[in-house]
Nanobody, 128 residues
Framework: QVQLVESGGGLVQPGGSLRLSCVAS????????RGWFRQAPGKEREFVAA??????????YYADSVKGRFTISRDIAKNTVYLQMNSLKPEDTAVYYC???????????????????WGQGTQVTVSS
């Protein structure tokens, strides 16, 4: 079973940046996906970004609310997926979770129920 550990959260002012990391203890065989989701108090966990990883190419997906501000990427050698968050807004405040699943495409990558394993989450607070 792959285990995920997130880090990099914290308190940042509006307009600031943070980079979240998701380190995996193992690597699934074949193609797979990693996703970032977030959950604010009193709200459901929502999709933020995902990256599908295959032998020859990666594909990225973003929620409309973060397009142009957030970037998901990965480091093969470190078995780590990153979420670079720029131009942060107060409404980005939430606990951010990294999830893992088998290969997905399109809207299938957005569905929180289809992810098989999760990290413990890291708090991001955007406030002046």
């Amino acid at each position: 079973q792959v285990q995920l550990v997130e880090s990099g959260g914290g308190l940042v002012q509006p307009g600031g940046s943070l980079r979240l990391s998701c380190v995996a203890s193992g690597r699934p065989g074949g193609s797979y996906a990693r996703g970032w989701f977030r959950q604010a108090p009193g709200k459901e966990r929502e999709f933020v970004a995902a990256i599908t990883i295959t032998w020859n190419a990666d594909t990225t997906y973003y929620a409309d609310s973060v397009k142009g501000r957030f970037t998901i990427s990965r480091d093969i050698a470190k078995n780590t997926v990153y979420l670079q968050m720029n131009s942060l807004k107060p409404e980005d405040t939430a606990v951010y979770y990294c999830g893992g699943r088998g290969y997905c495409s399109g809207s299938g990558c957005y569905d929180v129920k289809l992810y098989d394993y999760w990290g413990q989450g890291t708090q991001v607070t955007v406030s002046s």
